[in-house]
């Protein structure tokens, strides 16, 4: 039998000689019979990069779809963070659907409601924009409770989740 993208399993794809050919009775014919599509095998791209990815899985003759986009702590730009199916067989023109890593969502530190804020309000807003707050007295503090600076300086974009120092006054 032979792999055939046409010709279902278990159907003749040929014979020799030909159809139609006009043989003597008991002459022997050699007949080719399908043994359905070719599975294929591919590999799990997840954390590896898209480009290589969908490059690969092509080339085996899958279609991809990596369209989907989303922001990733754990998984650097440009590289797989999921990928379905992950594992098995597939035939030539099935999908495997890749969603690509943007890499860590990046957020603002602003001015406003930080800066020159009581520590309370300050430490709340960086809280609420997904910061981890850590407060701790500069060199010139005074004992106003009032933030002066911090660390990363506001305007700075960082990932969600980064650690904001505030220094009081």
Do not use: M
């Amino acid at each position: 039998g032979e792999w055939s993208e046409t010709v279902r399993k278990g159907l003749v794809i040929s014979s020799d000689p030909a159809t139609g050919t006009r043989l003597k009775r008991d002459t022997p014919v050699d007949v080719v019979i399908s043994k359905g599509r070719k599975p294929i095998r591919f590999a799990d791209w997840t954390g590896k990069d898209a480009k290589a990815a969908k490059a690969a899985l092509e080339a085996k003759g899958l279609k991809v779809n990596a369209s989907e986009e989303a922001f990733s702590d754990s998984v650097a730009a440009g590289n797989v963070i999921s990928q379905d199916p992950s594992t098995g067989t597939l035939f030539k023109g099935d999908t495997v659907t890749l969603v690509v890593s943007k890499g860590p969502e990046l957020i603002e530190i602003p001015r406003r409601g930080v800066i020159a804020s009581g520590v309370d309000a300050a430490k709340q807003t960086l809280q609420d924009l997904g910061f981890v707050v850590n407060v701790e007295k500069d060199p010139t503090y005074l004992g106003l409770g009032y933030v002066l600076r911090c660390d990363p300086t506001p305007g700075t974009s960082v990932p969600k989740g980064s650690t904001i120092t505030l220094y009081l006054i």
